[in-house]
């Protein structure tokens, strides 16, 4: 994909639709290993709250930007990186937290679900299935 982009700028749809096929599954299995969902992911395209939505783009593209899409991530990889082993201790912080109340505490979910949805963007846009450079946040909509 990388390098039909680069010397063509189009994305090959079969290539893009494999792509987020995969990122879709991703975040499924990650929402579910985050503790923020308990129903276990379905294989495929079934229904599941945690849902991600990409506008197809297989045309146009920007193709300095991803000519150089790992020299321009790596400040997100790096920053990520700290975050995630945060992630991590909060998740199993949350874990025990749910093993005696039951409830995931609301403080470590927020922080979980806008972990899982920096992540997701930076891997879409390292994916190139976005060429909009990621935001350094946890909120929504952004």
Known sequence: AWFAIVFTGT?????WMLSAYYMRWRIRALAYFALLRDEYPPFGE??????L???E???DRN???VAFRLILVLPH???LWFMNVAWMFSTLLAWVAIL???TYPNTLYDFASGMLRWNS?????MLLLRDEYPPFSLEKGV
Do not use: C, H, K
Request: net charge positive; proline share 10%; glycine share 10%.
């Open 63 to 65: 193709r300095v930007s």
């Open 53 to 55: 939505a990409l506008p």
């Open 77 to 79: 990889i790096v920053v």
């Open 57 to 59: 783009s297989f045309e």
């Open 11 to 15: 994305f090959p749809r079969g290539l």
């Open 121 to 125: 963007r930076v891997e879409a846009y």
């Open 46 to 51: 079934g229904a599941y709250p945690a849902t």
């Open 100 to 102: 005696f109340t039951g």
